[in-house]
């Protein structure tokens, strides 16, 4: 299992053929309370660099942008009646959605853990 992320502040954690993608703690932090999530469809097909989801929190609204290319193949559900479970834990029960990774050589572009803490200093 191996997680990249852009520099948009969205991760996407690698599961073989799947990528589970959600927004950073330090992005999460820096929109404050979530208060509402807008999912994509299961089926919908994304370009790398579509927008993906929208985010919304008190402070601001968010786009979320597929880091990838493929096809959604599950959302997040629980985040329709719990958008705070993104502030409370991104990076697990916070995740957006997963995604059928159409080339894994989108991947190569990404940051490793190490370039985006770096990006955040």
Do not use: C
Not at 26 to 48: H, N, R, S, T, Y
Request: charged residues 20%.
């Amino acid at each position: 299992m191996t997680t990249k992320f852009t520099p948009d502040h969205e991760y996407i954690r690698v599961e073989g053929s799947t990528g589970i993608v959600g927004i950073t703690p330090f992005a999460q932090e820096a929109l404050g309370d979530i208060v509402f999530v807008e999912l994509p469809a299961v089926g919908k097909v994304l370009k790398k660099g579509d927008e993906a989801a929208v985010v919304e929190s008190v402070k601001a609204a968010s786009e979320i942008y597929a880091p990838v290319s493929g096809t959604v193949t599950a959302i997040n559900e629980e985040l329709t009646v719990n958008p705070g479970l993104i502030n409370a834990d991104p990076e697990a029960g916070g995740w957006i959605y997963k995604i059928a990774i159409a080339d894994a050589a989108d991947l190569d572009g990404l940051l490793d853990s190490d370039a985006y803490a770096e990006l955040t200093l």
